[in-house]
């Protein structure tokens, strides 16, 4: 099996009883965690109303985690391009550049911006069974049509847009990202725009997606490196990188295709420690899919406290599926399982555990796993 790199993605989660205020300093202790753990990057989302998740700026957390750390890669998993500009956001990634050259991911999404009506085009899925080729468990696909709709995802757009205005066309919009990041900017009557600090930033533009549409070929279609999002839309991961293979088209940046594919992980000593760990996760991922927003993180108490319903169970289903808990045996099987079904270049870990501990440990104990067993923490 070929070397893979680990990375971490920090959703700045806040355990219930604690504060924004203690999440961001979980946050920063444990991008220097991984650091020395040999992961090759932590990389911040952006989600917004949402009372249990702090990480509402990847550029502000980015600057205060730069700060802290030295050698590892940072980056945003993902801006939300739906309600800012390619100048604001190539100013501020060349901000950070400027102080951290050649440390920074500037990870590129739509989500949370999408106009009303604005259609969705995910490529027909190849996967015609619950089970890739090689065993990886591939639900059904997940609607999200009632969260996109839901009057909190409106005011949460609302809220971020100035009034008046429209999202961008994605495709254009990640165009002017990279005609900025060059210098190669030209408005449509010929006036050049220079971005100081951004024009020439040493950064990654990676573009993230959840399905085999837009985001998967605006990525292929620009030779850009992709990130799939199997921990957010587990069915659709394989037509993800299938639609952004199909796609892609060599460029100065990338010759051939490169890929990340993101998993739900919590390990621990033994099994049973680890599904102890994780029980606080449907309740989590239960309050975002019914669009109230993430709650704060449950302790196991709390989260067995829960009244489940059939409809509960359905909503979240396909992501306890999915969600890799145990020995860090069993976890590293199945993250080398996903690899192989995705055939993926690294591999970004997402863990959440009520004690801040728990998830540093978690994340120590998958490092010194997937070390022994020859995986490189170098990205290419």
Same mark, same amino acid.
């Given at each position: 099996?070929?070397?893979i790199p680990?990375?971490?993605l920090?959703?700045?989660?806040?355990p219930?009883?604690s504060?924004?205020?203690?999440?961001?300093?979980?946050?920063?202790? =444990?991008?220097q965690?991984a650091?020395r753990?040999?992961?090759?990057?932590?990389?911040?989302?952006?989600?917004?109303?949402n009372p249990?998740?702090?990480g509402?700026?990847p550029a502000v957390v980015?600057? $205060?985690?730069a700060?802290?750390?030295?050698?590892?890669?940072?980056g945003?998993?993902?801006?939300?391009?739906? #309600?800012?500009?390619a100048?604001?956001?190539v100013?501020?990634?060349?901000l950070?550049?400027?102080?951290h050259?050649?440390?920074?991911?500037?990870?590129?999404? &739509?989500?949370?911006?999408?106009?009303?009506?604005?259609?969705?085009?995910?490529?027909?899925?190849?996967?015609?069974?619950? *089970?890739?080729?090689?065993? =990886?468990?591939?639900?059904?696909?997940?609607?999200f049509?009632?969260? =996109?709709?839901?009057?909190?995802i409106?005011?949460?757009?609302?809220?971020?847009l100035?009034?008046?205005?429209?999202?961008?066309?994605?495709?254009?919009?990640?165009?002017?990202?990279?005609?900025?990041?060059?210098?190669?900017? &030209?408005?449509?009557e010929?006036?050049?725009? #220079?971005?100081?600090?951004?024009?020439?930033a040493?950064v990654?533009?990676?573009?993230?997606g959840s399905s085999?549409?837009?985001?998967?070929? +605006?990525?292929g279609?620009?030779g850009? &490196?992709?990130?799939a999002?199997?921990?957010?839309?587990?069915?659709?991961v394989l037509?993800a990188?299938?639609?952004?293979?199909?796609?892609?088209?060599?460029?100065?940046?990338?010759?051939?295709?490169?890929?990340s594919v993101?998993?739900?992980?919590?390990?621990?000593?033994?099994?049973?420690? +680890?599904?102890? $760990?994780?029980?606080?996760?449907?309740a989590?991922?239960?309050?975002?899919?019914?669009?109230?927003?993430?709650?704060?993180?449950?302790?196991?108490?709390e989260a &067995?406290a829960?009244a489940?319903?059939d409809?509960?169970?359905?909503l979240v289903?396909?992501? $306890?599926d999915?969600q890799?808990?145990?020995?860090?045996a069993r976890?590293a099987? *199945? =993250?080398?399982q996903?690899?192989?079904?995705?055939d993926?270049?690294e $591999?970004?870990?997402t863990?959440i555990? #009520?004690? #801040?501990?728990? *998830?540093?440990?978690?994340?120590?104990?998958l490092?010194?796993?997937w070390r022994?067993?020859g995986?490189?923490?170098?990205?290419?």
């Open positions: 099996m070929p070397e680990l990375g971490v920090d959703l700045v989660p806040i219930s009883g504060t924004a205020v203690d999440a961001l300093r979980n946050s920063i202790d =444990l991008a965690r650091e753990f040999g992961y090759a990057r932590y990389w911040f989302a952006e989600h917004h109303l249990g998740v702090a509402t700026s980015l600057a $205060l985690t700060s802290a750390t030295t050698t590892i890669r940072l945003s998993g993902a801006v939300q391009l739906g #309600h800012r500009t100048l604001s956001t100013e501020e990634f060349g950070l550049d400027a102080l050259p050649g440390r920074l991911d500037l990870g590129l999404g &739509r989500s949370g911006g999408r106009p009303p009506g604005a259609p969705r085009t995910p490529l027909p899925s190849t996967v015609v069974d619950d *089970r890739a080729p090689n065993g =990886l468990l591939v639900p059904p696909r997940f609607s049509a009632y969260l =996109l709709g839901s009057p909190r409106a005011l949460q757009r609302k809220l971020l100035l009034p008046g205005a429209e999202s961008q066309d994605y495709a254009e919009q990640i165009d002017d990202v990279l005609a900025l990041l060059a210098g190669t900017y &030209r408005s449509p010929g006036i050049e725009a #220079h971005v100081v600090p951004g024009e020439g040493e990654e533009v990676w573009i993230l085999g549409g837009e985001s998967a070929e +605006a990525a279609a620009r850009l &490196r992709f990130a999002n199997y921990h957010v839309s587990p069915g659709t037509e990188t299938e639609g952004y293979r199909a796609a892609f088209q060599p460029s100065e940046i990338l010759d051939k295709p490169y890929v993101s998993a739900d992980v919590v390990v621990a000593e033994d099994d049973n420690t +680890a599904r102890e $760990l994780a029980t606080g996760y449907g989590w991922v239960r309050s975002i899919r019914t669009a109230e927003g993430a709650i704060a993180f449950p302790t196991p108490e &067995r829960h489940w319903t409809e509960d169970r359905a289903q396909d992501r $306890l999915t890799f808990v145990g020995s860090p976890v099987d *199945r =993250l080398e996903l690899q192989e079904a995705t993926a270049d $591999l970004l870990i863990t555990t #009520h004690d #801040h501990q728990d *998830r540093v440990r978690s994340y120590e104990l490092a010194e796993e022994r067993r995986h490189s923490s170098q990205s290419s």
